[in-house]
Nanobody, 121 residues
Framework: QVQLVESGGGLVQPGGSLNISCVGS????????MAWHRRPPGKQRELVAA???????KYADSVKGRFAISRDHAKNTVYLQMNNLEPEDTAVYYC???????????????WGQGTQVTVSS
């Protein structure tokens, strides 16, 4: 079994910062691309940021210059540092990753259960 578990969400005031993380566990042989998505209330899920296994990153236009994605290969963990948060950033944040299981063949895309981020005064 492979699991992705997010943590670090919560309530923050506009202009504040939050760092959320996602840890992969279980029978993991290798982790390739990792990403953060979010689903704002009443809206569709959207890509926020992604990072390749070699460290290349990309961001949604709405978060460029405010958010930073990073990863720790040894810990199978991806982070999202969110600065200068706005009420429009309120959403459930999900991580996903392309993972090869121990003894498995090929990459499988896994998703976490999500962590709530609320930006409000």
């Amino acid at each position: 079994q492979v699991q992705l578990v997010e943590s670090g969400g919560g309530l923050v005031q506009p202009g504040g910062s939050l760092n959320i993380s996602c840890v992969g566990s279980g029978s993991i042989f290798a982790v390739y691309g990792m990403a953060w998505h979010r689903r704002p209330p009443g809206k569709q899920r959207e890509l926020v940021a992604a990072i390749t296994s070699s460290g290349l990153t990309k961001y949604a236009d709405s978060v460029k210059g405010r958010f930073a994605i990073s990863r720790d290969h040894a810990k199978n963990t991806v982070y999202l540092q969110m600065n200068n948060l706005e009420p429009e950033d309120t959403a459930v944040y999900y991580c996903n990753a392309d993972i090869v299981r121990t003894g498995g063949v090929g990459r499988v895309n896994y998703w976490g259960q999500g962590t709530q981020v609320t930006v409000s005064s």
